[in-house]
């Protein structure tokens, strides 16, 4: 029996698709493909191997309710609030915090154009 492949997960961006691009790029360590740049309508994060890549493509309407999907992240090589203070400092917005008192849990997070992550506890905490 064959079965498809995920290629890619797909944003819809109101505004630019390569500045979006360029931020997951960054916050996720993923080049953008050669043969993206700015002012194109599609970008491409392209994905580690055997993982999909993640595609933005310029879209007239922009985003109006939650997400019905969105990426847990997982730090790796540092902590949780660490990986919040940077994804902060690459332009996102912190949303909310559901951290219990054991530390367990994640924060809430949206990307430059309002896209919803969580950010849960690393390998560090």
Not at 36 to 44: R, S
Not at 45 to 69: C, H, M, Q, S
Not at 74 to 85: D, K, L, N, S
Not at 90 to 104: F, K, N, S
Request: proline letters at 6%.
């Amino acid at each position: 029996m064959h079965t498809p492949a995920i290629q890619h997960i797909t944003f819809d961006c109101a505004a630019d698709p390569y500045t979006l691009a360029r931020f997951w790029s960054d916050l996720l360590g993923r080049p953008i493909s050669d043969e993206d740049e700015p002012g194109d309508e599609e970008v491409l994060v392209e994905g580690a191997a055997g993982e999909p890549g993640l595609l933005f493509v310029k879209v007239e309407d922009g985003k109006t309710v939650k997400n019905r999907i969105h990426f847990d992240l997982r730090p790796a090589g540092r902590t949780r609030a660490e990986e919040v203070e940077r994804a902060r400092e690459l332009g996102a917005l912190h949303l909310a915090d559901h951290i219990g008192p054991e530390g367990r849990g994640w924060v809430v997070m949206a990307d430059p154009e309002g896209n919803e992550f969580c950010v849960e506890r690393g390998e560090l905490g």
